[in-house]
C-alpha cells in the first residue's frame, strides 16, 4: 500500500515584517489542521523589496499607506494578536535573522516566536546583540552566544533562503512555498490573508489535489460572525470601474454576500471612472501597474488563484481573459450602469470573460441587447445625461476623493470606514453582520453597534 506523502509549507519571514508576526500566529495551528510539516525560514525583507515604480511621496501612495495601517489594525484584533509597534521602527534584523539560523531547526520556531514578540509586544530593541541573546536564554536556549551571530554558515544560509524567494518570484514576506511533486515545482502565497489559499493547497493533498473536493471550502476564510445576516437595515456601497479587473473579481462575489447578509442589506452600486481619479493622486498610473514586476506578476497570478477560489465557492465556471483592448474605455459603460444597475453583470462578463470592446459603442449596444435591455435606448439616455447620469458619475468621483479611495473595488458598510479590495471581503461580510473594530473609530454618524475588545 502506497502511503500519502505529508504536504510541506516552507513559511518565510522576516521578524521585521507586523504582516509576518501576525502569520506567525496563526501557521501553527494551520499546519496542525491540515497534518503538514512546517518548515521556519528567515529571510532578509529589505534584499526582497524592489523599488516602486510610482514614488512613495505621491498621494495616491500615501492613501495606500494609509489603508494598509488601518488593514494591519483590523488584522491584529480580528486574529486576536497582541500588538504593539515599536517606536523605532523598522530595527535592523539581520543579526536576529542569522541567530535564528544558527540554532538547531527544532529550536527555529520557539526562537522566532520569542523574537516576534520581543519586537512587536515588548518593544525590544531587537537589533542590540545583548537583548537577542538575552531573548534566546529567556525561553531556556543557555548555549546562545554572541559568536553565534557571526556563523558563516548562518551567513550562507539567510542569503540563500533569501535567494531562494527571489527566484520563486516572492514579492514580499510573510510568504509561503507548498512543493509539489520532485520536479521543484510549487505553489507561492504572499500575504498573511491568503492563508485559506494555504489552508485549501494542503487540504488539496487528501484529495488529489483538487480544491473543488475540499469540505467547505469558504469556511477556511477568517470571519468572526460567519452566516449572520444584517439585524438592522444595512448599505452596502461597491466602487467599481470596469476596466478593473478586481472589480470584476469582487461583483462575482455579491450575490453570494447579499444572501448571506439577507433582505435588509441594500446594495448601493458606485461606477467609479477611474483614469481621472489615478491622474488626481499619482501619475495618472494604476496602483497595480504602480508596483514593482515581481509584485505586478505575482498579483497577476495570485487573480488566477482568486477566481478559482470564487469559482468553487459561487458555483461559477468562470474563465477570464485579458481584454485585448486594454485599458478599457469605459464612461459610457458606466453611465449606462448608473442608468440601469442590472447591466453591471452583462457588462462585466462582456469585457472580461467575452473580450468584448465595452467602449465601442455598438458593441456595447449589442451586449445590452443580448441581456434583454434595449441597448440603443440606454446608450442614448447615456448619451444626453437622462436622470443626470453624468453629474451622478462625476458625484462618485466626488465621493471617493474625500474619502480617501484609491482604487477599485471599495467597499463601505452604511457610512464606515472604506475597505480597499475583494480580498477583504471577509470583512466586509463581517461588518455586514453587524461586527465594528474596537481600534478603529467610527465615522461621522456611524451608529456604534457591536466591539471586540483588543488584546
Not at 468553487?312 to 469605459?330: D, E, V
Not at 441597448?375 to 447620469?389: E, P, T
Amino acid at each position: 500500500m502506497q502511503h500519502q506523502r505529508m504536504p510541506r509549507v516552507e513559511f518565510c519571514y522576516d521578524i521585521a515584517c507586523p504582516w509576518a508576526y501576525v502569520a506567525s500566529r496563526r501557521v501553527e495551528a494551520l499546519a496542525a489542521r491540515t497534518n503538514a510539516e512546517l518548515v521556519w525560514k528567515p529571510v532578509l525583507l529589505s534584499a526582497l523589496l524592489e523599488s516602486p515604480a510610482v514614488p512613495a511621496a505621491s498621494k495616491g501612495a500615501r492613501l495606500k499607506q494609509a489603508v494598509r495601517d488601518r488593514d494591519l489594525k483590523l488584522a491584529v484584533e480580528r486574529h486576536a494578536v497582541p500588538f504593539r509597534r515599536h517606536p523605532r521602527h523598522p530595527l535592523r534584523t539581520e543579526a536576529a535573522l542569522r541567530l535564528i539560523w544558527s540554532v538547531p531547526e527544532s529550536h527555529r520556531a520557539v526562537l522566532s516566536c520569542a523574537i516576534f514578540r520581543a519586537y512587536w509586544v515588548e518593544n525590544l530593541d531587537v537589533d542590540r546583540v545583548s537583548v537577542l541573546l538575552l531573548v534566546a536564554r529567556s525561553i531556556g536556549l543557555k548555549e546562545v552566544n554572541e559568536a553565534m551571530l557571526q556563523d558563516p554558515e548562518a551567513r550562507r544560509q539567510l542569503h540563500d533562503a533569501t535567494q531562494t524567494c527571489i527566484d520563486r518570484g516572492a514579492p514580499g514576506v510573510p510568504n509561503f512555498w507548498i512543493a509539489g511533486s520532485d520536479d521543484g515545482k510549487g505553489e507561492l502565497y504572499w500575504g498573511q490573508d491568503q492563508l485559506h489559499f494555504v489552508e485549501a493547497q494542503l487540504l488539496s493533498f487528501q484529495y488529489g489535489g483538487e480544491w473543488r473536493a475540499v469540505p467547505n471550502l469558504l469556511s477556511l476564510q477568517h470571519r468572526l460572525r460567519p452566516g449572520r445576516p444584517s439585524q438592522h437595515a444595512t448599505t452596502l456601497r461597491f466602487w467599481f470601474d470596469f476596466g478593473s479587473y478586481w472589480s470584476f473579481l469582487g461583483w462575482q462575489q455579491v450575490e453570494r454576500i447579499l444572501a448571506e447578509a439577507g433582505p435588509k442589506c441594500l446594495l448601493e452600486p458606485k461606477p467609479l471612472l477611474l483614469g481621472p481619479l489615478f491622474r488626481e493622486i499619482s501619475d495618472g498610473t494604476s496602483p497595480i501597474m504602480g508596483l514593482p514586476p515581481r509584485s505586478q506578476k505575482y498579483m497577476w497570478e495570485n487573480g488566477r488563484t482568486w477566481q478559482r477560489w470564487i469559482n468553487i465557492t459561487t458555483g461559477k465556471n468562470t474563465s477570464t481573459i485579458w481584454p485585448s483592448n486594454f485599458p478599457l474605455r469605459t464612461v459610457t459603460a458606466l453611465r449606462v450602469a448608473i442608468l440601469e444597475p442590472r447591466t453591471i453583470t452583462p457588462i462585466f462578463e462582456a469585457a472580461w470573460l467575452k473580450d468584448v470592446d465595452i467602449g465601442d459603442s455598438e458593441q456595447l449596444v449589442k451586449v445590452l441587447n443580448a441581456a434583454g435591455f434595449d441597448g440603443a435606448a440606454l446608450l442614448r439616455d447615456a448619451s444626453i445625461n437622462r436622470n443626470g447620469c453624468k453629474e451622478q458619475l462625476s458625484q462618485h468621483y466626488s465621493e471617493a476623493i474625500s474619502l480617501g479611495i484609491f482604487g477599485a473595488p471599495t467597499f463601505q458598510v452604511n457610512n464606515g470606514h472604506i475597505i480597499f479590495g475583494q480580498d477583504r471581503l471577509d470583512v466586509v461580510q463581517d461588518m455586514l453582520a453587524g461586527w465594528r473594530s474596537s481600534l478603529i473609530p467610527l465615522a461621522d454618524g456611524e451608529r456604534p453597534v457591536h466591539r471586540i475588545a483588543f488584546m
